[in-house]
T-cell receptor, first 114, second 113 residues
Framework: DAGITQSPRHKVTETGTPVTLRCHQT?????MYWYRQDPGHGLRLIHY???????DKGEVSDGYSVSRSKTEDFLLTLESATSSQTSVYFC?????????????FGNGTRLTVT | GENVEQHPSTLSVQEGDSAVIKCTYS??????FPWYKQELGKGPQLIID?????GEKKDQRIAVTLNKTAKHFSLHITETQPEDSAVYFC????????????FGDGTTLTVKP
């Protein structure tokens, strides 16, 4: 798992509540990413980070925010969860970023919004 | 933006046979093409990748080919084994940030013993 821990692994929440997912890495990698995986849609990039306090939007960022106050932690927040955000969320890291460096994924957080 | 199409969505083969999964991409600026394998309950794991200056790459039973002109690349698995059963994803990205990948929708490979 390349030293990536996602928490929680499973969460059920109600529509309209805030939710924060955590990604913790022990690899000291600069680049971190949040993807969501939905049946028939592969993986889609939500947000990513180039370093501490340096983040940017991905393909499907609406309704999500992120924060990175330390190199090892990347938080994904759903300010007001909706049923369309029911998904499996994967955190990923890469070592170099400016070169062709593959992604290393965590084992995911399964989020259900009721 | 980039668009990656992956075919087939499901593939069933007999143990020992070969399996081929194909992807096409739209952005000619893409130059890095990894393949990931995802087992149930886990995150995707890189199994092989290819860069645009290479036409083919092999790693034991796995090979990837790239046709830049046609904008397609393929994963070939030979002598398939039951443990090859998983979901496979192709992806495309540019050199500037390989983590900003566009993924195909995945292929569920089943290898029957």
């Amino acid at each position: 798992d390349a030293g990536i821990t996602q928490s929680p692994r499973h969460k059920v929440t109600e529509t309209g509540t805030p939710v924060t997912l955590r990604c913790h890495q022990t690899e000291n990698h600069r680049y971190m990413y949040w993807y969501r995986q939905d049946p028939g849609h592969g993986l889609r990039l939500i947000h990513y980070s180039y370093g501490v306090k340096d983040t940017d939007k991905g393909e499907v960022s609406d309704g999500y925010s992120v924060s990175r106050s330390k190199t090892e932690d990347f938080l994904l927040t759903l300010e007001s969860a909706t049923s369309s955000q029911t998904s499996v969320y994967f955190c990923a890291i890469s070592g170099l970023g400016t070169e062709n460096s593959p992604l290393h994924f965590g084992n995911g957080t399964r989020l259900t919004v009721t | 933006g980039e668009n990656v199409e992956q075919h087939p969505s499901t593939l069933s083969v007999q143990e020992g046979d070969s399996a081929v999964i194909k992807c096409t991409y739209s952005d000619s600026a893409s130059n890095y093409f990894p393949w990931y394998k995802q087992e149930l309950g886990k995150g995707p794991q890189l199994i092989i990748d290819i860069r645009s200056n290479v036409g083919e790459k092999k790693d034991q039973r796995i090979a990837v080919t790239l046709n830049k002109t046609a904008k397609h690349f393929s994963l070939h698995i030979t002598e398939t084994q039951p443990e090859d059963s998983a979901v496979y994803f192709c992806a495309a990205s540019q050199n500037t940030n390989a983590g900003k990948s566009t993924f195909g929708d995945g292929t569920t490979l089943t290898v029957k013993p």
